[in-house]
């Protein structure tokens, strides 16, 4: 057991849940079902990774490090290899349970992890692979959220073309305050709001049944829409009978009126997609999960950025006396740190999800819990920006001083570690403070592993 926790490096392990749970944030959403999805298919093929790095490094580490469990023989090369296909097949299935672009992110990932381990690693391109693949893991994390935002759909909706509508306890109550308000405007002084009220009937017959048309005795042509009603038919008798497929009172911009229920609120245009109003998903439901992907984009960069230094300072891990590479390295911290330290707008980056709610629905941006959490979002966010820069920071330091291989060792571990802090910060920055702390506690497990089996 010990052999195969330090082939999968173990301890890296809590390095991976904050990719998804990051993306989750950068859309403005709660975490959900497929992205606790996400988070089994990302620690999947990142073990999957580990197991194929050490096969394809079998050779190297012979030399190396011979301590590493291949070289040893308490791993065999043919069952490192076969994990490193299984882990991949099941990180592919759970990424196909949370839907098809889930699935299309996720082959993307496990392509750059197996192209990484078994080719261009040695090559210019390396880091810069390794760092598309984290870039990737985060953006699983914000296509499977976006996916999964609100669950089954709801009933059908008059007027929405068979699409779903799912208003929260908010929305119906402030659409039952405002129905009767509405129908006034929209009515005018001829016909009532609701049953409650009685139109003027003097000189008209009793009432006929709905959806019949007033004889001509009436003010009415049988046949023929009613004089003054500007082309609307009119069934008299006690509250307004409209048949709520042919009449378009005046006012209502083709909503329909039903008795003693006002006027219906106009249907926003989803083009097709389930709408479910909430913190921003409403917006993920009517964008789509690609338009997650793109509104992820920044802080998978970010991650990705990170990812490519660090990656830079291990190629010298093991024979030391590079002092460029944890320089470097140390100067990109510093400006990640920076950014990521940056709070978006609103918790979201501007043209993300959050205009799009407002431009399927009209309604500004949500409040309540959500609006809380972003308030809180950009002191945190420097906060564990902060933190970040000081894992990664410090090591990086004394192994640009004294480049030996120990110390380099140390500021790749380092490097790995400091990813926890930089997710929370990301997912901060994105209005998610309780996913951030709940990221963060994360550290005090990797730290423990560490210190039994080695990150790198």
């Known amino acids: 057991m010990r052999a195969w926790a330090e082939l999968l490096r173990v301890s890296a392990l809590f390095t991976v849940p904050g990719d998804a749970l990051a993306g989750a944030a950068a859309l403005g959403v ?11 298919a990302s620690l999947c093929l990142y073990e999957a990774g580990m197991a194929l790095n050490d096969w394809a490094d079998r050779e190297e580490d012979a030399i190396d490090r011979p301590h590493r469990p291949i070289p040893s023989g308490r791993v065999s090369p043919t069952a490192a290899l076969a994990a490193a296909g299984a882990l991949t097949v099941a990180g592919l299935a759970l990424a196909a349970r949370a839907g098809r672009p889930s699935l299309a992110v996720g082959t993307a990932l496990a392509a750059t992890v197996w192209s990484y381990d078994l080719h261009l690693k040695h090559t210019a ?70 049953t409650s009220r009685t139109p003027r009937t003097a000189g008209r017959p009793e009432p006929h049944a709905w959806g019949s048309v007033p004889p001509a005795s009436a003010g009415g042509v049988p046949g023929r829409t009613s004089p003054g009603t500007g082309g609307r038919a009119v069934v008299p008798g006690p509250g307004p009978a409209y048949p709520p497929s042919s009449v378009t009172p005046r006012g209502t911009a083709g909503r329909t009126v039903a008795p003693g229920r006002g006027i219906a609120p106009k249907p926003p245009r989803t083009g097709g997609r389930s709408l479910t109003a909430g913190a921003g998903a409403g917006a993920v439901r009517a964008a789509g999960p690609w338009a997650g992907l793109r509104t992820a984009l920044p802080s998978a960069t970010l991650l990705g950025a990170h990812t490519v230094a660090v990656t830079t300072v291990s190629r010298r891990e093991a024979q030391g006396g590079s002092t460029a590479a944890p320089l470097a390295a140390l100067v990109a911290t510093g400006v990640l740190g920076a950014l990521a330290g940056r709070s978006a707008a609103g918790g979201v980056p501007r043209g993300g999800v959050r205009d799009a709610l407002r431009r399927a629905t009209g309604a500004g941006r949500p409040t309540g819990p959500a609006s809380a959490g972003q308030q809180a979002g950009p002191a945190l966010a420097g906060a564990l920006a902060l933190v970040y820069a000081g894992t990664a920071g410090r090591p990086l330091l004394h192994a640009a001083l004294n480049p030996s291989p120990p110390l380099t060792q140390r500021a790749v571990g380092g490097g790995i570690r400091a990813m926890i802090p930089l997710q929370a910060a990301l997912a901060a920055r994105g209005g998610a403070a309780g996913v951030a702390l709940g990221v963060m506690g994360l550290v005090p497990l990797a730290r423990t592993f560490a210190r039994k089996v080695s990150p790198t």
């Open 30 to 40: 709660r975490p959900n079902r497929s992205t606790a999805l996400a988070v089994g």
């Open 125 to 194: 391109a390396g880091p810069a692979a390794m760092g598309a693949a984290r870039a990737l893991d985060l953006l699983l994390g914000a296509t499977a959220t976006a996916g999964g935002v609100g669950g089954a759909a709801g009933p059908k909706s008059a007027g929405t073309g068979g699409r779903s509508l799912t208003l929260g306890a908010g929305d119906r109550a402030s659409s039952a305050q405002e129905a009767p308000r509405r129908a006034a405007r929209g009515l005018g002084g001829g016909v009532a709001a609701s």
